[in-house]
């Protein structure tokens, strides 16, 4: 016969109201009584499914992901940060994808109403999404916005793109590079106009300019990438000394361009991407890039949603990124 | 205020009873009285919530993907296929990493016990685990296993991956290639097994013979198939020309040991992979391989999930695979 939380308060002697307040985690238990009742809900292997703790504390223990076409490496890495926070508070992670034009369809408010969750992520460029931030509020579902375009909507978890950038430039600059090229990214996400915000101010900082043809316009996309570099490296006698992409998928399309060119890497072309896929380790030589801390970010999402504290403290919280030097970049005419 | 069921019924003209079989998609309603019960519900906004739901119907529209550290691409389309079946019938998926070590774990037992799931996905090595499957039985939580390593311990959904590895070696026999080196993978996969079996088969087919140094055990990562590649490749007069890795990043590994010993690929050796990951299509030259369907099998080991017809029909689903011939391999001796 299953276990039940009467067995536990009986055995533990105390009230079914504190067993149910320990294993919710709730605050106002004294820390012998907290651990006599793990002890016997351990020992009698007592643990209440998702329905029923959600129905005694009106909570469903689920926090729901929304991502629109993240990258493989990107979405991974954010799962595994939300889902530890989760498992430390018994709560548990969902999926849902949503198209952008999804947002704003029947069958996507139907799948919000549905999903029940205490709290929801949501990834950029969804968080942008004012139909969506609507229904969410609507049907009182609070969130927390991962890298959102302004940081000054609520609760957001987020790192400087825009520093990251102009470090990675600086960092070109130092190496001797004054012809420096830049990919930029799917105008969509919030991220490209703050990488391209770092290039142009650290360019500006060191009182070089940029040409119109040393800047093009990619997607993200390693075919983009390869597009924009064979442009930019097409022509033998005004060819940039360096390419900075604004992601690693960018990068290894102008490392693909440079080899059917001919042009080696690093010594007549430093390369250099951002997010720090594993696609940066993959590639020959390795991609000098900006590790994202993703992983982190989706963690603090979740804490913020847990914790309920959303909406006291609807802050921007900012994470520090990383320079990553490798293989792919070197000293300007070497 | 919110919508009850009562006023679904009431006017819909029908039971609350009906109302629900409707809702949770279940057998004995006429098409017009679904149809005029889901025409009401829309008007009236009614959608009950997962707790709600689960409480009148005893499931909880909820099914879990078990996995263990699988590749960013595996993961993304195996969710990506479960998803699609889940949505298609009002079900969720949730998201529950788990190491091999950690199945015989208390923490694994609490996690099984308190996810509360109308089912669960075991992807490869998981499913393999006695352990883990025998706590999913005494829980009474159905599972469909992913790849597993025998095909007969219940529902399972797999593609034939010693057949795949056959295939491709035969394609390079028919390039003419006659020494060919081949990679193995991580032992503790079912998957290394199957392609290392098709790479004997078809040799032997051939009436070839591959010798102890052209056969190197690697762990799938990308590490340990450019150190194998360095070990099959460093002796210029005794080359294979073709190396078949059994995996896409083992694979990236012996292009990277190709570049940085100035071998030509394809023309002084060709290389092929397994899998079909996104990096396949990001290297240069880009990746014979094999394309898995396994958004195919995520979405058909939730759709046996959501049917429950597990235990009536404990078979095996076999997956079609593809194999993609891109610029990395060629005619030997071309």
Redesign the interface.
């Given at each position: 016969m299953r276990t039940t939380i009467t067995d536990v308060a009986k055995q533990a002697g105390v009230s079914m109201k504190t067993v149910s307040r320990v294993l919710n985690n709730e605050p106002n238990v004294a820390k012998a009584t907290r651990e006599r009742v793990m002890e016997v809900a351990?020992q009698l292997d007592y643990?209440?499914?998702?329905?029923a703790?959600?129905?005694a504390s009106s909570r469903?223990y689920?926090i729901a992901l929304l991502y629109d076409n993240a990258s493989?490496?990107y979405?991974?890495n954010i799962?595994?940060g939300a889902?530890e926070a989760c498992?430390q508070q018994?709560y548990?992670?969902?999926?849902?994808?949503m198209t952008a034009a999804q947002t704003e369809s029947?069958e996507a408010e139907?799948?919000l109403?549905?999903?029940?969750v205490d709290g929801a992520i949501l990834t950029a460029p969804l968080c942008d999404l004012t139909a969506l931030r609507n229904s969410l509020t609507r049907l009182d579902i609070p969130y927390v916005a991962v890298g959102p375009q302004d940081a000054d909507e609520g609760a957001a978890v987020r790192m400087d793109d825009q520093d990251a950038a102009f470090q990675m430039v600086k960092y070109l600059i130092d190496l001797g590079h004054r012809d420096i090229g830049f990919i930029a990214g799917d105008p969509d996400h919030a991220s490209t106009r703050h990488r391209r915000a770092g290039f142009d101010a650290a360019m500006q900082d060191a009182g070089l300019h940029a040409g119109t043809d040393r800047v093009v316009q990619g997607d993200y996309t390693?075919r983009s990438g390869l597009e924009a570099a064979k442009r930019m490296l097409e022509d033998p006698t005004s060819r940039p000394t360096a390419i900075f992409a604004a992601n690693d998928?960018m990068a290894?399309?102008v490392?693909?361009a440079a080899?059917?060119l001919n042009i080696a890497v690093p010594d007549a072309l430093s390369v250099c991407g951002f997010d720090d896929t594993?696609?940066a380790?993959?590639?020959?030589p390795q991609l000098t890039t900006v590790a994202q801390p993703i992983h982190q970010m989706g963690r603090k999402a979740a804490e913020i949603l847990i914790s309920r504290d959303k909406r006291r403290d609807p802050a921007t919280h900012t994470f520090d990124y990383e320079l990553i030097i490798r293989g792919s970049t070197a000293r300007a005419g070497t």
């Open positions: 351990d643990s209440p499914n998702l329905a703790r959600g129905l469903s689920l493989p490496s979405l991974t799962q595994r889902i498992r018994g548990h992670l969902l999926l849902e994808p029947e139907r799948i109403r549905r999903m029940n390693f998928d290894a399309g490392l693909s080899n059917r594993p696609i380790r993959i590639l020959w």
